[in-house]
């Protein structure tokens, strides 16, 4: 009988099209999320300030460039698929927002970073629809990529560099998601795909079955995610009224400790852009 590698065990679960959700390779992802996402906010909490921008700027850049390539991929005459190859879905705008925060620190981004990374990608984290189309091993990469740095990434930015969400940080990012739907909506009426299911229910059974028939679900959905972010916003907004935290940057979209964004400060002004304007109210 033949050995098996290491990299063919990774990738058995997925070797007719598809990967189980809680088999052996999605567990061992779960894992490794947590410890990656566990170990980028012990390190950022004990390095530098200016060692720290250098490398989540140059992470950002790093992400960028994939996102590129991976998006231009999927209009390759052997990737093309018009239900997928689009990047209409909220995963692949999450692509191009978590380098935008990482390399300018933008502080409306970091609020939807900070909502969508949590609760809508965190869905794909949870619950994986992860269907192999042209090259396994790529796709995976890909897949796992964008969704764990989606976690990891706004987790650094609350627990590891000190942001906290305000309400007007979850109005911006509750606006962008609207917008973003919108964009799909139209992209979905134009192209007959459904990308976000914003356009008609799944063909198959669906979370979304509880929620009722479309267009209704799509209501339903709107409220649960005011109610859930701005439940995730709330306990912020008490603890930093008790401790008078200021605001960070302009917008008033979130606001950091003032030892953090005098850390932040000499950071900028000695390695990059990430200037800390903060104002109390």
Do not use: K
Not at 84 to 100: G, K, N, Q, V, W
Not at 181 to 199: D, E, S
Not at 200 to 211: I, K, Y
């Amino acid at each position: 009988m033949p050995e098996t590698g290491p990299s063919e065990l990774l990738l058995a679960e997925g070797s007719l099209g598809h990967m189980p959700a809680y088999g052996g390779v999605h567990l061992s992802m779960l894992a490794l999320i947590v410890a990656a996402t566990a170990a980028a906010v012990a390190w950022v909490r004990r390095a530098d300030p200016v060692q720290v921008g250098r490398v989540l700027r140059a992470v950002g850049w790093l992400l960028l460039v994939n996102s590129i390539f991976w998006t231009l991929w999927g209009f390759m005459p052997w990737a093309w698929n018009l239900e997928e190859s689009l990047p209409l879905h909220y995963s692949d705008a999450l692509r191009f927002l978590l380098p935008l925060v990482l390399i300018t620190q933008a502080r409306w981004a970091i609020a939807v970073a900070y909502f969508w990374g949590l609760t809508l990608n965190l869905q794909s984290v949870l619950t994986p629809d992860l269907n192999y189309f042209v090259w396994i091993p790529l796709e995976f990469v890909q897949y796992w990529l964008a969704h764990g740095t989606g976690v990891l990434v706004p987790v650094v930015l609350i627990w590891g560099l000190g942001y906290r969400p305000t309400w007007r940080g979850c109005g911006i990012a509750y606006a962008v998601t609207v917008g973003w739907a919108a964009i799909a909506f139209t992209g979905n009426a134009l192209t007959g795909a459904n990308y976000g299911y914003l356009n008609r229910a799944p063909s198959g059974p669906s979370v979304l079955d509880v929620l009722g028939p479309w267009p209704q679900y799509l209501l339903v959905e709107a409220v649960l995610i005011a109610v859930v972010w701005a439940l995730m916003t709330l306990p912020w907004v008490l603890v930093d009224r008790r401790r008078g935290t200021p605001l960070s940057g302009p917008g008033g979209f979130v606001r950091r400790p003032a030892a953090a964004q005098d850390s932040s400060s000499i950071s900028a002004r000695r390695s990059g852009p990430w200037e800390d304007e903060t104002t109390r109210r």
